[in-house]
C-alpha cells in the first residue's frame, strides 16, 4: 500500500501575508475593512492575542486563489483622512440602515409600540438566513426588506452586514461611565447552541463565526442565561433552565448593548412627586421625576407634532471621526392614542429620512421624565404571519444540518433607561428551532404478494449481475 500523500496547499500568487511577511500559502484571510491587507491562517489564529491589527475588522476566508483583488468587490474611499474603503456590490447595492429601519417601523407597528431593539431583531434573523435556502431563505429577505439573492451571494449580504456593524457598533467602548463604570459605548455579541449529536454543518458556523463574531457550543441553559447576563452588562437576565431546550436543536442568540452620556447634561428636579404628573391614555396619571434644560436643539414643529433630536457625546472608540448618536423625541399635539398611533403609522425610512432632513437648529426648552422599560416580547406569532414557511415542515434550512428544521420560536427582551446623565438599551432576540418533518409527499403502497421480476445490478453503471422472475417463494428442491 502507498503511504498517505500529503496535502497539498494552495498558494495564492503575488499574495504576501501582512502579518509574517511570507507568500501566503494555504487559506487567505482577506480584511472586509482594508483595501488591501490579507493574513495567512497561522497570522489570524494568533490576531485576537497579539493585535497587530484592528480587532474589530471582519475577515473573509478564501479557500481558492483569487489574485489580490477581493473576488466581486469593488473597494472606493473617499481622499481625505482618514479613509474608509466602502463595499460595492455587482449586484445592485443594499442601502442596509433604510432596511433595518423599514423592518423596524414595521414590526413596531404591528406591536403597536412595544420597545424593541430592530437591529438586534435584523441581527438574529440575518442569522437564521445564513442556513435558508429556497423559498424559506426569500420569505426571511423579503421580511427584511432585502433583495431575494440567490443563495451563493447570500455572503454579501453578510460581508455588508458586518461592515454596517463595524462602522456604527465598532465606535463603542473604552468611555468613562458613571460611578466608574468603564461600560459607556456600543457592544454586540452573538452565539450558537447545538444539541448533542446535532452540530450545524461547517460552513454554516464559519459563516456565523466571520461574519457575526459569533461563538458556539452545545446548548447548555446555564451557559445561555450567563452568556446573555454578560453581553448585556447584566441589564437582562434570563432563567432558563434545561426544560426550555429540550425540544430545541439549534439556538441563535443576539445581543446589543448601548449607553451613551447626553452631550449636554439635563438638570434634575427633585420637587415633591405630586407636582409632575404624566398623564396617560386611560385617562389616569402616573407621578415622575422631571429632569430640564433649555438649549439650542435640532427641533421641529408643525401643525401636529413637535420633533427634537438630543446629541450624546462621541462614544470612544476606534472608529473615526466617531459616529453620533441621538435621541429623537416626537411629540403629538393632541394627547390622544389615535394622534401617536398616527405619527407611528407614518414612519417609513423614507418619512424619517425627510424628517430628519427638517429640523432647523432652536432653542428650546425641554422638559422630560426620567423613565425605565423593560420589556420581553413573544415575536414568534408576529413572524410567523412575515414568513410563514419557515415555522412549518415546509421549512428549508438544509445550510445548518442535513435533518429537517423549522423555526420554533423568537424572544425578544429589551431594556431602555433614560435619565439626566444619559441613556441605556440593552437587547437580546433568541431564535428557537427544532427539528421538523420533512416536507409531506406522496406515499404509494406497494404490497409484494404475488409473481414479481428481481434483479441485482450496479447503481452507476446499471449493470445487472442477477435476475430471477419469482412465481415461488419456495424454489425447486427446497
Not at 415622575?288 to 438630543?310: C, K, N, P, S, W
Not at 416626537?330 to 417609513?348: C, M
Amino acid at each position: 500500500m502507498d503511504p498517505p500523500r500529503k496535502p497539498i496547499l494552495i498558494q495564492h500568487q503575488g499574495v504576501i501575508c501582512d502579518g509574517c511577511d511570507k507568500d501566503l500559502v494555504g487559506p487567505r484571510y482577506k480584511c472586509v475593512q482594508c483595501a488591501d491587507y490579507d493574513l495567512c491562517a497561522i497570522c489570524e489564529d494568533e490576531l485576537s492575542q497579539q493585535k497587530f491589527h484592528d480587532a474589530t475588522h471582519v475577515f473573509i476566508k478564501i479557500r481558492q486563489p483569487s489574485g489580490g483583488e477581493f473576488p466581486k468587490v469593488t473597494f472606493s474611499w473617499s481622499t481625505g483622512p482618514p479613509a474608509y474603503p466602502l463595499l460595492c456590490w455587482n449586484s445592485p447595492g443594499v442601502d442596509l440602515p433604510a432596511a433595518i429601519n423599514n423592518f423596524g417601523f414595521d414590526l413596531h407597528k404591528t406591536l403597536n409600540g412595544s420597545t424593541i431593539c430592530p437591529a438586534n431583531v435584523f441581527s438574529a434573523l440575518l442569522m437564521a438566513a445564513n442556513g435558508a435556502d429556497g423559498d424559506t431563505l426569500a420569505a426571511i429577505l423579503k421580511a427584511l426588506n432585502l433583495p431575494l439573492v440567490p443563495v451563493d451571494e447570500v455572503a454579501s449580504l453578510n460581508a455588508q452586514y458586518a461592515q454596517l456593524e463595524s462602522r456604527t457598533f465598532g465606535g463603542g467602548g473604552g468611555g468613562e461611565g458613571v460611578g466608574g463604570e468603564e461600560e459607556v459605548g456600543i457592544k454586540t455579541a452573538s452565539s450558537i447552541w447545538y444539541s448533542q449529536g446535532r452540530r450545524p454543518l461547517p460552513r454554516f458556523e464559519e459563516n456565523m463565526r466571520v461574519y457575526f463574531n459569533s461563538s458556539s457550543g452545545p446548548i447548555d441553559a446555564a451557559g445561555i442565561n450567563e452568556f446573555i447576563r454578560a453581553k448585556t452588562l447584566g441589564r437582562i437576565t434570563t432563567n432558563y433552565s434545561p426544560e426550555s431546550f429540550e425540544h430545541s436543536t439549534l439556538v441563535l442568540i443576539a445581543c446589543f448593548f448601548f449607553k451613551a452620556l447626553w452631550e449636554n447634561p439635563f438638570v434634575r428636579v427633585d420637587f415633591p412627586t405630586s407636582t409632575w404628573r404624566f398623564r396617560n391614555f386611560s385617562g389616569g396619571y402616573e407621578d415622575y421625576t422631571r429632569m430640564h434644560q433649555t438649549a439650542h436643539f435640532d427641533y421641529l414643529e408643525g401643525d401636529a407634532i413637535q420633533a427634537v433630536f438630543l446629541n450624546y457625546k462621541p462614544l470612544a472608540g476606534k472608529v473615526h471621526p466617531p459616529c453620533q448618536w441621538t435621541a429623537a423625541i416626537l411629540l403629538p399635539k393632541s394627547p390622544t392614542r389615535a394622534a401617536l398611533q398616527a405619527v407611528l403609522e407614518s414612519l417609513t425610512s423614507d418619512s424619517w429620512a425627510q424628517l430628519r432632513s427638517n429640523v432647523r437648529r432652536s432653542k428650546v426648552h425641554l422638559s422630560l421624565p426620567r423613565f425605565e422599560i423593560r420589556e420581553g416580547i413573544d415575536l414568534t406569532e408576529v413572524l410567523r404571519k412575515a414568513f410563514p414557511i419557515a415555522f412549518t415542515n415546509a421549512a428549508d434550512f438544509s445550510r445548518i444540518n442535513s435533518m429537517p428544521m423549522t423555526l420554533s420560536s423568537i424572544e425578544h427582551m429589551t431594556l431602555l433607561k433614560v435619565d439626566e446623565l444619559g441613556s441605556e438599551v440593552a437587547a437580546v432576540t433568541v431564535v428557537g428551532m427544532m427539528f421538523g418533518a420533512a416536507a409531506p409527499v406522496e406515499v404509494h403502497e406497494m404490497m409484494v404478494d404475488r409473481p414479481f421480476l428481481f434483479l441485482i445490478f450496479e447503481r452507476d453503471s446499471g449493470l445487472v449481475v442477477c435476475s430471477s422472475l419469482v412465481e415461488s417463494l419456495r424454489g425447486p428442491g427446497i
